[in-house]
């Protein structure tokens, strides 16, 4: 088991464990950049996050894989959810 050494890694990691896509360090890079980036209104403005390490166009394929893994599962109850 690792050991992360500031929350905001611990955090991290937290939240890509959570989801199951392809581009899980660009999803938490967006999660990183919407928390800093509070007024950004569109994803070129989302790009200007210093924790946003990508070119602005990877918004919409992270959000497409999002979309999918949406699709593959059902909450049964708030907290859990399984796979269909």
């Known amino acids: 088991m690792k050991i992360y050494t500031t929350k905001a890694e611990q955090f991290c990691h937290d939240i890509s464990s959570l989801i199951d896509i392809n581009r899980t360090k ?25 924790f946003f390490q990508y070119h602005y166009s990877i918004t919409s394929k992270v959000m497409k894989e999002i979309d999918k893994f949406i699709k593959r599962i059902k909450v049964v109850e708030i907290g859990r959810a399984v796979k269909i």
């Open 26 to 50: 660009a999803f938490v890079g967006i999660v990183m950049a919407l928390g800093s980036e509070v007024t950004a209104s569109n994803p070129t403005n989302l790009s200007l996050s210093p």
